[in-house]
């Protein structure tokens, strides 16, 4: 891993999740990374595939496509402004270059061909009882059937600081060598804990970014004391929905993760009285033999929320 020049990459990714709504000009964002604008730019694609100017559109659509499902008490120009967009006719014509559907056409029910479930305080529509799926096939999305309700629980998390490494890519590929690399870390500084929170954050929803562009990072709790040489990150704790897995899921049945999360967004959060706030984290877990491979698996799952 080229540690150097990703913590300064990943420094303005973290930048730009926290200032969507921001003008960010290439200028902006090369200053953060410590390069020229035409080093920073070549390097930025190299590493994630697309210009600066591309990623920050392609995520402000990403984010509206989200608000669009679960904000609906908000207008489509509102969702545009709270993307990031300084025009209604722009993100409409943008979103549906983008989409193939209008943010009108997504929120009515369009989402559904990027999503499982149907989300439940979503608005009905043609668009919606036209969809592909039959009767008898939707019948399946209206209840639980891949979580146990009786383990979804509220809890508090304390807030930390962390050491993060990111994997950029496919879901199903590439992320337990990340958190090798995590551990050697840890490892050989004796700063891994029974007690150390390790988690895994999914940046990108796999419904609707491209394998090839999701980010995830990995997450170890730490003190400044312990890793005086590293960027930490905070973690901001508060209220959560967790859910816990009767057995530790693998990363490559990201499939069946997917499906949890499903019902999280669709069937409890729109009638706990809760919104949520930001991308999940995943509780990780490690075993390590001492002639054996590092295994990781996730453990549970939550959701950072807040009242209505």
């Not at 496509?65 to 014509?93: D, K, N, P």
């Not at 730490?222 to 816990?244: C, D, M, S």
């Not at 990201?254 to 999280?264: A, H, K």
């Amino acid at each position: 891993m080229q540690h150097n020049k990703d913590t300064y990459l990943y420094k303005v990714l973290d930048y730009v999740d926290s200032h969507l709504t921001d003008p960010l000009p290439l200028k902006t964002l090369a200053d953060i990374s410590t390069y020229s604008p035409f080093h920073f730019q070549r390097m930025f694609k190299e590493t994630m595939g697309e210009t600066p100017a591309q990623y920050v559109k392609r995520l402000r659509l990403e984010e509206a496509a989200h608000l669009l499902i679960y904000e609906q008490q908000l207008s489509v120009t509102e969702v545009a402004f709270q993307s990031g967009f300084t025009s209604s006719s722009y993100f409409t014509s943008a979103f549906s270059a983008y989409f193939h559907r209008s943010p009108r056409q997504w929120r009515e029910g369009g989402y559904l061909d990027h999503f499982s479930r149907p989300y439940q305080h979503s608005k009905k529509s043609k668009l919606y009882s036209n969809n592909k799926q039959d009767d008898s096939t939707q019948a399946t999305y209206t209840e639980y059937s891949w979580l146990d309700i009786n383990e979804v629980k509220v809890v508090h998390l304390p807030p930390c600081m962390m050491v993060t490494r990111q994997s950029i890519g496919p879901y199903t590929e590439g992320i337990p060598s990340v958190w090798e690399d995590v551990y050697q870390w840890a490892d050989s500084r004796d700063v891994l804990k029974k007690s150390s929170m390790t988690l895994g954050a999914p940046k990108s929803n796999p419904y609707i970014t491209p394998p090839e562009k999701s980010r995830y990072e990995c997450c170890l709790e730490v003190t400044e004391a312990e890793a005086p040489e590293e960027i930490l990150k905070p973690f901001n704790g508060g209220k959560h929905v967790l859910y816990t897995f009767h057995q530790p899921v693998s990363y490559e049945d990201r499939s069946y993760l997917m499906e949890c999360y499903g019902e999280l967004y669709s069937f409890w959060l729109p009638k706990s009285g809760f919104r949520y706030l930001e991308n999940p984290i995943e509780f990780v877990t490690f075993d390590k033999g001492e002639n054996s491979s590092l295994q990781v698996h996730i453990s549970a799952i939550a959701l950072a929320i807040e009242p209505k």
